[in-house]
């Protein structure tokens, strides 16, 4: 089994609260910005969908929390799609502490292909669905410095 999409961040000290733990809505950016390097993986940018007049929205997020991240550390965060259906798509994203190769979280996000005019949903395109099914194996992205 191939690894999947990983991307490497480091916790900074404004996204932890007064728990000294990162705070839990600063998963959901975590998420984002993972996802949106898994599509720049993909398609080479998040703009190549808008040039075909396609976006995709968020209609379901769940995190599951196992263990505290704190400042500084390094996450990898690893990305893969988990279902496709006929207009839209699960990824499935989990976020591993790197030094201790411990699980902070694991989200399941559903989005759904729409027109980027009319915000209407609408079928994936063959060959997005064909990336999407691939995902990104073996890339890693460090933006942890």
């Given at each position: ?10 916790v ?16 959901g950016?975590?998420?984002?910005v ?32 196992s263990?505290p991240a ?14 496709l259906?006929?207009?839209?798509y ?8 790197q030094?201790?190769?411990?699980l ?28 999407l099914?691939?995902g990104?194996p073996?890339?890693?992205?460090n933006q942890?410095?």
């Amino acid at each position: 089994m191939s690894t999947p999409f990983q991307l490497l961040l480091r916790v900074r000290y404004g996204e932890c609260d007064a728990q000294q733990v990162v705070f839990n809505a600063r998963y959901g950016d975590y998420i984002d910005v993972a996802a949106t390097e898994f599509y720049r993986a993909l398609f080479g940018s998040y703009q190549y969908l808008l040039d075909r007049g396609l976006d995709s929205q968020v209609v379901r997020m769940t995190t599951d929390w196992s263990s505290p991240a704190r400042f500084d550390d390094v996450l990898v965060i690893q990305v893969q799609t988990l279902r496709l259906g006929t207009t839209s798509y699960s990824l499935l994203v989990e976020i591993i502490q790197q030094a201790e190769q411990r699980l902070v979280a694991r989200s399941e996000v559903t989005y759904v292909m729409v027109d980027a005019q009319t915000f209407g949903k609408t079928a994936i395109p063959a060959d997005l669905r064909a990336q999407l099914e691939r995902g990104a194996p073996g890339v890693l992205i460090n933006q942890a410095g």
